[in-house]
């Protein structure tokens, strides 16, 4: 029993259990204490003199079993229980092992803290009466408990707690997680059954005592107002990014039960572009690596912040501001730019700003109200805000979870109701053939729009279909666009027929024309395309079966297919 021999090299001491059960094999065992492994067959028990356990028993928790793991987190982040040997129980508990004793008692409904004389759990490779074991998951020495942070062992209500300020001050919480971790913690109180009066005292303590520099009233009265909206003993999952009175969305003064003739005098939706691109909502930009989902942004972001006429030949009903945040690919952006108003004729770039790889969480509380801040501060109120990419923009959070992609799109929802805005999210297809976007089903199912980017790096003409449209019908047609290249980099641009016709005559009529010299680079030369352009127009028209390359000792040719 490997298992058992790593609690003994704690110096812990071991009593056999009964079999399959969880109850002392005979009187007197707190006494009884063996140093060594004979006589343990199968359960036994860790008696906890000279040490202390944190036991976190399920069966006692005030959330179902989906979000026990969740409350063992929240509980252990509030009360600092850092790394230490850990073992998972039977029960689907956790048991943390600690040096030293501390008084025994209730940490958190169903987290009690066992210590001393008198006191012993289950030890690892028992067990449980429900046939599952008890598993070793940390085998590390056991921090001291006296360098923890143990507000409430000594069993005082939420009441004496917040009303002993010092007490309150689990850690000093800087810029960047104060509002996070107040409300966190308020959560936690909330949780174990404090009151509205006990959640106000604790949260203007905590603010005191933790809260550096302190948030102001206002601010805080926010985050505790979003606390005492739940029941007690209610767990509560996040913290709303904005307090709904400040929203600008359309259906901000909607009545929270509104009568059908309020519902009728809602107004229509309003669209950024030509019923396709709404005012106020959020939409996933999503495609394969090279597909040009970037070069697209730009063009849309632009378009709008410049007043053009037409997007993709789809009209602009409403031009806006817009910001752009670039988590990545800020070394080439400017070059991107710069090629965009080359080949178009922006009266004014006055209306866009870019955030340009600077640290940002769309989870984190303070960095949105900090990008609000500096918004309201530079007098920009965006239609727009483009998040590229969106994994970036959520660094912590698992794509794959259904449960926390709805706790982000929440986040994003909040945003653009708080701005009035069309939050635009960039996002990479899943493996295989690229058809979805990557990611839990949860994404799509929040959005109000969806557009896919396709066409490899090789492609000439690539395409922008819209896979959902939750105000109206979906266009029949995709839309066609190229990347044209301007000033060391390109853009993209709506691809029309005559345009893609003349490109395809020009090379033809090269290649037949030099004959026996059409090497890709003296055709190239001839239509004066840039090295990146060619290779995907020459690779396009061998595809169509149009042209065929030839090898012959001085290198390769291109000739006409019926002519070879």
Not at 54 to 69: K, S, T, W
Not at 307 to 320: K, L, R, S, V, Y
Not at 349 to 377: H, S
Request: glycine content about 10%.
């Amino acid at each position: 029993m490997d298992d058992i021999n790593e609690i003994l090299k704690l110096g812990a001491k071991v009593i056999p259990l009964q079999a399959g059960t969880k109850r002392p094999g005979f009187d007197n065992w707190q006494n009884e204490g063996r140093d060594d492994a004979t006589a343990i067959e199968q359960n036994y028990g860790v008696l906890c003199d000279g040490i202390t356990v944190v036991d976190f028993d399920p069966r006692n928790m005030p959330v179902g079993a989906e979000d026990v793991d969740y409350h063992i987190e929240f509980i252990c982040d509030m009360y600092g229980l850092d790394s230490t040997f850990a073992v998972r129980t039977g029960g689907g508990g956790l048991h943390l092992y600690y040096s030293g004793e501390s008084p025994a008692g209730k940490l958190a409904p169903g987290v009690d803290i066992k210590s001393g004389h008198g006191h012993f759990v289950v030890g690892p490779g028992s067990i449980h009466p429900n046939g599952t074991q008890y598993t070793l998951l940390t085998n590390t020495e056991p921090i001291p408990i006296s360098l923890l942070v143990q507000d409430r062992k000594d069993g005082r209500t939420p009441t004496q707690l917040a009303s002993a300020p010092e007490d309150a001050s689990l850690r000093e919480f800087g810029a960047g997680e104060r509002n996070e971790m107040v409300f966190k913690h308020m959560s936690r109180m909330r949780s174990f059954g404090a009151n509205d009066a006990e959640i106000r005292l604790y949260a203007l303590a905590m603010n005191q005592a933790s809260v550096k520099p302190p948030l102001d009233s206002d601010e805080l009265e926010v985050i505790i107002g979003q606390v005492i909206k739940y029941k007690v003993g209610e767990v509560i999952r996040g913290l709303d990014i904005f307090d709904a009175k400040d929203s600008l969305s359309p259906t901000a003064n909607i009545p929270r039960l509104a009568t059908v003739e309020e519902l009728l005098a809602m107004p229509e939706p309003e669209y950024l572009v030509n019923r396709m691109l709404p005012q106020v909502g959020i939409g996933q930009m999503f495609g394969q690596s090279y597909a040009g989902k970037t070069f697209v942004a730009i063009d849309l972001a632009m378009s709008l912040a410049t007043a053009q006429d037409t997007w993709m030949g789809e009209t602009i009903d409403n031009a806006c501001q817009v910001v752009y945040v670039a988590m990545e690919g800020g070394f080439d952006l400017g070059q991107r730019i710069g090629s965009w108003m080359s080949g178009n004729t922006p009266l004014s770039t006055d209306g866009i700003r870019f955030m340009v790889e600077q640290p940002f969480n769309i989870m984190n509380n303070d960095d949105v109200k900090d990008l609000v801040a500096d918004l309201e501060k530079a007098r920009i109120a965006p239609g727009m805000v483009i998040f590229d990419t969106q994994s970036l923009a959520a660094p912590m959070v698992d794509e794959n979870s259904n449960s926390e992609m709805t706790d982000f799109m929440s986040r994003v929802k909040q945003l653009s109701k708080r701005l009035g805005c069309f939050v635009l999210l960039l996002h990479h297809t899943g493996h295989g053939e690229g058809a979805r976007a990557r990611g839990a089903s949860a994404q799509y199912a929040n959005l109000d729009v969806s557009l896919k980017i396709s066409g490899g790096q090789d492609a000439v003409i690539k395409k922008i279909d819209f896979e959902k449209l939750k105000f109206g019908p979906l266009p029949e047609e995709a839309i066609e666009f190229i990347l044209q290249e301007e000033e060391n980099s390109a853009y993209a641009k709506l691809a029309t027929r005559a345009e893609i016709a003349t490109n395809y005559n020009r090379v033809l009529a090269t290649i037949h024309e030099l004959g026996e010299d059409a090497s890709p680079r003296n055709v190239r030369e001839a239509v004066g395309m840039t090295e990146r352009t060619f290779p995907r127009l020459q690779a396009q028209l061998v595809q169509y079966g149009l042209i065929e390359v030839t090898g012959r000792a001085g290198g390769t040719r291109l000739q006409i297919a019926d002519e070879s």
